[in-house]
């Protein structure tokens, strides 16, 4: 019976290196010892299988940078004469050593001879295009061969999706010229996710991608299965996650195979052992030393001293690790078939050049395992992820979280402070290119040409490779040659196309250094959602408003009344840019009923440390804005609401010298009825200030401006009291009639609460209360929507306090099942005990529904108790009970207050808030500007 799967998957990539100006480039030589040492090689023991009839399957990634090396006949020919050099260098070794007291070398030199003759044997029978046995294997239904990104950019530090969406897109293209099929799969550089990824990868054609196992680990829900079976993203592409226990048996330094004593020694290579005599005509022609593939010595220890290489006996050391891998995989497969009931699935991958280049015996391996695993067929099998996901269906649905292989697993390894200055210089980049694919709707066909060739660079410039070398310190001077090269010429093809003067020899050179990808397309780079940076007539002002929360990301009231107020801002005469986090699904620039949106990445933090998130998004907003103004932009004033953003609002203010708004919409003191912790300090730091920097003040309701002015000490003449306002057509219920179901049974009457679970919300009054209430109507149902901390500890409550039944939890509501609930609600109840305005309330109240409040806060302010609603002490259960229970007992009553309550909305109309918007803006803009813009202009049909 078959225990398992084993999905081995070999990522097969190098950096476009290419060097036609020179003959002696080393880093050519990379490329080089990749076909002698791990291609060949690999190609070698596939082919051998299938000619003794194993049955084996395995999964290579070839990256469009490395097809496009393979294809390109300078690289082939120069190929050829570096193998040509290292066999006539074996042939001088065998003269060397013959008749010598170290006779092993002799053996060995003769081994290299035959090696490389062999490889280049296999590189002419297929003309030099080592594609063309990866297709035969895959024709041959061994191999799945998968792509990976254009040129193996790290996507989660990439800014904007129209510039991942050109590197996968390009990839596919790349992928289908050179191969002849599109691939299924796809091999994200570094395993690196983010949120939304999925999402793109699947809008490209592709079923499947590989993450690191922390990737799944971390996924919500927990995986059923843990890493041993994929996952079905939220956007339907499936996720492998790379074993632990598999990787580490090959990986480790401590435990790994390829430290074995046996085998043979990468570093001890004769390239540097021997005297220049001997070596010169085979290194660099300036004398550099560099590796030729002749190595005599095995690991043997730790010491500098290394006894030769004994091939025989490695040979053998390799069976042995083969047999025990498998046995290993095995047991592993046997526990996991156990205890979940289902054959798991083994995914191991390992970049291709670990097999040959790094591991000399790693094929001899590969080769091994494949002929033990197919001796015993029905314990572990080898299958692809197509044939994985063909037989396994009904996958677990899994949304996954931002990781990365390589060190530490969270982008260690590419955002450290010798390589993190690459990114702000590559998202201006990709700003910059998006613009350009914007406004180039019918290029001339040289400006098309430009084009394609700024976006060959940018992304030429965001392989992965060279931060890794930063990080490495390796080559570093290379790594950083290649991406300042790379950037200067972007930048000076944009500024061609911008002053529509392209010249054309200079742009026929750069595209015969770099002649890859040639079926890019620029308008790959476009936006789905182009923002328009025009001002549609002279004087109309422009508005940066900055906001952590904007629809969809709907946290608590606040992203509504960004909504609200900029939507009706627009309507009033302004141009407004809301810049704000992104939302997964959503695009990074937009525009919504005229407001244009800004979306900015921020990756998830280690820990999901909300402090350090906050940190990340006010750099991102600030280098959004900078990006904005670079590109043309000016803007009049900017707009920041609550302390989440106040350092971004601080900085854009000083930086480009606008006029500062500020909104505090609650305060923490308010919230926690204090200040006692040390974050509570920090964040009561940046409220106060935000006010400070500040010219203006806005505070929803005169509670929360008696708030500010004791807890800021904020002088009245900065102050300005603008309440909330709500939009009565958008609590429109779409449905027909009064169904109540899944929320409460027919004949079940409706007690609603709307709001985020935090204390002051008061959710934990209301369950007490309920408690009270039930025995006297036994027909009540509390329905609790909304989510937040609280949310276990108080469904725990309820079940405490026996509500049963009678108390749901609906979690995050759409909007159109809350204007359902509103619709059927038979009392809406806000118990708060701390409540700036209320929003939710207004809502409630403009829906028709029968409102109880606390009374505190700026809502109570605004409502009459008996008339528009009913108030009840904060706090205080048996005040709740009481004015509930009399809504419950006198429906007629309640009916009366609720219309008096919706005609009494009326007054918190946002055409009426916005105007009263424009006019603080106005005291806030310097005199110029209040006779040059049109501050306050009327909507239509509505007098100046």
């Known amino acids: 019976m078959t225990q398992g799967w084993f999905n081995l998957v070999l990522h097969a990539h190098l950096p476009f290196v290419r060097h036609p100006e020179r003959e002696d480039a080393l880093e050519e030589r990379w490329l080089f010892e990749a076909i002698t040492e791990s291609y060949v090689p690999l190609l070698n023991v596939f082919q051998g299988l299938v000619k003794d009839g194993m049955d084996f399957r395995a999964t290579v990634s070839l990256s469009p940078t490395l097809l496009t090396m393979l294809t390109d006949p300078l690289l082939q020919e120069r190929f050829l004469r570096h193998i040509d050099r290292l066999i006539e260098l074996a042939g001088k070794e065998r003269k060397r050593t013959t008749g010598r007291p170290e006779s092993e070398y002799h053996r060995l030199a003769r081994m290299y001879g035959d090696r490389f003759t062999s490889v280049r044997e296999f590189f002419l029978r297929y003309g030099g295009d080592l594609t063309v046995p990866f297709r035969e294997l895959r024709e041959g239904g061994k191999l799945e061969l998968m792509t990976s990104t254009a040129t193996h950019a790290f996507l989660p530090l990439i800014r904007r999706e129209e510039a991942v969406r050109g590197q996968l897109l390009t990839a596919v293209h790349t992928f289908e010229r050179i191969m002849?099929?599109?691939?299924?799969?796809?091999?994200?550089?570094?395993?690196?996710?983010?949120?939304?990824?999925?999402?793109?990868?699947?809008?490209?054609?592709?079923?499947?991608?590989?993450?690191?196992?922390?990737?799944?680990?971390?996924?919500?829900?927990?995986?059923?299965?843990?890493g041993l079976s994929p996952v079905i993203s939220p956007h339907g592409t499936a996720v492998f996650a790379r074993d632990p226990a598999a990787s580490e048996q090959v990986w480790s330094s401590e435990k790994g195979y390829p430290g074995d004593s046996d085998y043979r020694e990468y570093y001890r290579d004769i390239g540097f052992d021997l005297e220049l005599k001997h070596v010169g005509p085979y290194i660099h022609p300036e004398g550099i030393r560099v590796h030729t593939g002749m190595k005599y010595h095995r690991i043997t220890g730790e010491g500098k001293e290394k006894e030769p290489y004994d091939p025989d006996r490695a040979r053998e050391k390799a069976a042995e690790h083969a047999e025990h891998f498998l046995r290993e995989r095995v047991r592993q497969a046997g526990k996991a078939r156990e205890r979940k009931g289902r054959e798991p699935v083994i995914t191991a991958p390992y970049d291709a050049e670990l097999f040959g280049h790094w591991w000399y015996e790693g094929p001899v391996f590969l080769d091994m395992l494949f002929r033990k695993m197919h001796s015993d067929q029905e314990v572990i099998r080898p299958a692809t992820p197509s044939e994985i996901l063909a037989r396994f269906t009904g996958l677990q649905k899994c949304r996954l979280f931002m990781s990365s292989w390589g060190r530490h697993g969270y982008a260690d390894v590419w955002l450290r402070e010798e390589n993190d200055w690459i990114y702000p210089v590559l998202h201006r980049a990709e700003e910059r290119m998006i613009h350009l694919a914007d406004r180039a709707e019918h290029p001339a066909a040289l400006e098309r040409r430009a084009l394609n060739q700024a976006a060959r660079e940018l992304m030429l410039a965001q392989a992965s490779d060279w931060a890794f070398i930063l990080d490495g310190k390796t080559v570093v001077e290379y790594a950083l040659k290649r991406i300042k090269h790379h950037l200067n010429r972007f930048d000076r093809l944009a500024d061609m196309v911008e002053m529509e003067k392209v010249e054309e020899g200079w742009l026929v050179k750069v595209e015969e250094l770099d002649p890859v990808f040639p079926e890019l397309d620029y308008r790959w780079f476009r936006s789905r959602h182009p923002v328009v940076h025009r001002r549609q007539e002279k004087g109309t002002p422009r508005l940066l408003m900055l906001s952590w929360e904007f629809p969809p990301m709907t946290v608590g009231g606040l992203s509504r009344h960004v909504f609200d107020l900029s939507r009706w801002l627009v309507k009033n005469g302004w141009e407004v840019h809301v810049i704000t986090t992104e939302v997964e699904g959503y695009p990074h620039t937009e525009t919504v009923e005229g407001v244009h949106v800004h979306r900015v990445h921020v990756m998830k933090p280690f820990g999901k440390e909300f402090q350090h998130w906050v940190f990340q998004l006010n750099l991102m907003v600030t280098d959004a804005v900078d990006t904005l103004v670079k590109s043309g932009l000016s803007f009049d004033l900017v707009h920041a609401h609550d302390w989440l953003v106040a350092p971004a609002a601080k900085a854009i203010k000083h930086r480009h010298r606008l006029p500062l708004i500020a909104t505090i919409h609650a305060t923490e003191h308010g919230r926690n009825g204090g200040i006692r912790t040390g974050l509570q300090r920090r964040i009561h730091g940046l409220e106060r200030n935000l006010?400070?920097?500040?010219?203006?003040?806005?505070?929803?309701?005169?509670?929360?401006?008696?708030?500010?002015?004791?807890?800021?000490?904020?002088?009245?003449e900065k102050m300005r009291v603008v309440p909330n306002g709500v939009d009565p057509v958008m609590l429109r219920f779409s449905g027909a009639g009064k169904q109540k179901e899944p929320f409460a049974l027919e004949d079940e009457r409706i007690i609603l609460f709307i709001g985020r679970l935090v204390p002051e919300k008061g959710v934990q009054t209301l369950l007490e209360a309920g408690e009270k209430i039930l025995p006297a109507h036994p027909d009540v149902k509390l329905v609790i929507a909304g989510k937040g901390p609280m949310k276990e500890a108080l469904e725990a409550e309820a079940r405490n306090r026996g509500l049963g039944e009678k108390a749901m939890f609906t979690g995050f509501i759409s909007d159109e099942d809350r204007n359902r609930l509103l619709n059927v609600a038979d009392v809406t109840v806000f118990p708060s005990l701390y409540e700036p305005f209320g929003i939710v309330a207004l809502e409630g109240m403009a829906a028709g529904t029968p409102v109880v409040v606390s009374d505190t806060g700026g809502l109570a302010d605004v409502v009459d108790h008996g008339r528009t609603v009913l108030k009840s002490l904060p706090g205080d259960v048996d005040s709740l009970a009481l004015q509930i229970q009399t809504l419950l007992s006198d429906p007629e009553r309640a009916r009366r207050m609720a219309e008096s309550a919706r005609a009494e909305v009326d007054r918190f109309d946002w055409n009426r808030i916005a105007r009263r918007t424009i006019e603080i803006y106005g005291e806030a803009l310097p005199s110029r500007r209040r006779t040059e813009s049109r501050l306050a202009a009327p909507t239509a049909g509505e007098p100046r």
């Open 180 to 226: 002849g099929f599109r691939p299924k799969g796809i091999w994200l550089p570094e395993c690196g996710f983010a949120p939304g990824l999925d999402r793109l990868v699947k809008e490209c054609g592709l079923d499947y991608f590989f993450t690191d196992h922390h990737g799944l680990a971390t996924a919500e829900p927990r995986p059923l299965f843990g």
């Open 691 to 716: 006010t400070e920097e500040a010219c203006r003040v806005i505070l929803c309701s005169q509670y929360m401006k008696e708030e500010a002015r004791r807890l800021f000490e904020l002088p009245d």
